[in-house]
């Protein structure tokens, strides 16, 4: 008999707690103080920051780009106007010389 109650208190107390952790772990759910949600929240920040940093890096990357890219780009369409002006020029004579021909 003595058996029989020990078996009987043990299985009370172990269907309490295993009520209690249920009714705790169904109440705490979502929140960011769970283990679990914590983790996957402090993931996703760490995510956003390596994100925000990439971005960044990106933007200054193209902004050198293009820094570099118009200090090519200006001198060479500057020599390009003037030589366009210069066969401008050059059409402009030999129309006046076909003229008083």
């Keep these: 008999m003595g058996l029989i109650t020990a078996l009987i208190g043990a299985a009370g107390l172990l269907a309490g707690g295993l009520v209690t952790w249920l009714s705790t772990r169904r109440t705490s759910s979502g929140k960011i103080g769970t283990s679990e949600a914590a983790v996957l929240w402090e993931q ?38 003037e030589s366009l002006q210069q066969i401008t020029g050059s059409l402009a004579r030999l129309e006046q010389r076909d003229e008083r021909s």
């Design 44 to 81: 996703a920040q760490v995510m956003r920051a390596e994100l925000v940093a990439q971005r960044d890096k990106a933007m200054e990357q193209r902004d050198r780009l293009i820094d570099a890219q118009a200090a090519q780009i200006i001198p060479a369409l500057a020599a390009v106007t």
